[in-house]
Nanobody, 124 residues
Framework: QVQLAESGGGLVQAGGSLRLSCAAS????????MGWFRQAPGKEREFVAA????????AYAVSVKDRFTISRDNIKNTVYLQMNSLKPEDTAVYYCAAGRDSTLIVSSALVGSWGQGTQVTVSS
C-alpha cells in the first residue's frame, strides 16, 4: 500500500502563493498517476490537478488552470502543487492522491490511496 504525506499548507493572503508537497512511500508504483483534490467546509471533495509518473501528462480543474502547476520528482517519489494567485475560494483541505494505475486521476473513483490532508487558508 502506498503511504502519502502532504506538507506545505498554511495561511496566505489573497494573491499570494503556496507550494504543497506530497511524499510517497511504502509500496510505490512507478507507473501510477498522482494528483491533488480539495474539500472546502460543507462541500464535496473535488479534483484539482493530476499528473502521470511517466510522460508527465497533466490535467487541471477549470477553476485552477493557469494558476496552479502540478509537477513531480520521480527520484524523490514526490509530487508538488505550486499555487499562485490564490483566492479566498481556494480555501480548503488539500489531499494528495495516488491512482490505481497510470490513468490520470480526475475523479475520486480513480484514487487508490489518500493522504491525510493539509489545510490551505486564503484570507481576503
Amino acid at each position: 500500500q502506498v503511504q502519502l504525506a502532504e506538507s506545505g499548507g498554511g495561511l496566505v493572503q489573497a494573491g499570494g502563493s503556496l507550494r504543497l508537497s506530497c511524499a510517497a512511500s511504502g509500496r510505490t508504483f512507478s507507473r501510477n498517476a498522482m494528483g491533488w483534490f480539495r474539500q472546502a467546509p460543507g462541500k464535496e471533495r473535488e479534483f484539482v490537478a493530476a499528473i502521470t509518473w511517466i510522460g508527465g501528462s497533466t490535467a487541471y480543474a477549470v477553476s485552477v488552470k493557469d494558476r496552479f502547476t502540478i509537477s513531480r520528482d520521480n527520484i524523490k517519489n514526490t509530487v508538488y502543487l505550486q499555487m499562485n494567485s490564490l483566492k479566498p475560494e481556494d480555501t480548503a483541505v488539500y489531499y494528495c492522491a495516488a491512482g490505481r494505475d497510470s490513468t490520470l486521476i480526475v475523479s475520486s473513483a480513480l484514487v487508490g490511496s489518500w493522504g491525510q490532508g493539509t489545510q490551505v487558508t486564503v484570507s481576503s
